[in-house]
């Protein structure tokens, strides 16, 4: 998938989850093979979802489910997101954490 193919999906999901979360949504981040320019044609599109403030996971999972589900078929991807407090990213110093603030691209 071609960079600017991702470039919208990724541009698309900000503006849905910024609709969905609106303040509490600090940032957007695709990390891992895409990131990386290593995808292949089933590569999944990693994305790191930075949320202000305490949140529950799994209302989360939920409430972002179709935008995630309508994007990813649309564009034949599987986009997989993993949502952390802000502060925790900010402040982590986790081997994840660390590499995802090396390799990932801001959107």
């Known amino acids: 998938m071609s960079k600017s193919k991702i470039k919208k999906i990724l541009q698309e999901l900000k503006h849905g989850l910024s609709e969905i ?4 949504l600090e940032a957007v981040y695709l990390y891992g093979s895409h990131a990386r320019g290593e995808a ?6 990693d994305v790191l979802i930075l949320i202000r403030g305490e949140f529950d996971f ?4 939920d409430t972002t489910s179709d935008l995630a589900w309508e994007l990813s078929l649309e ?6 997101r993993v949502f952390m407090p802000a502060e925790k990213y900010w402040n982590g ?6 590499n995802i603030q090396c390799e990932a691209i801001s959107f």
């Open 58 to 61: 799994y209302s989360l999972m």
């Open 40 to 45: 292949w044609a089933g590569s999944d599109v």
């Open 93 to 98: 110093k986790t081997p994840f954490i660390l």
């Open 75 to 80: 564009n034949d991807v599987v986009i997989s």
């Open 21 to 24: 979360l609106g303040e509490r």
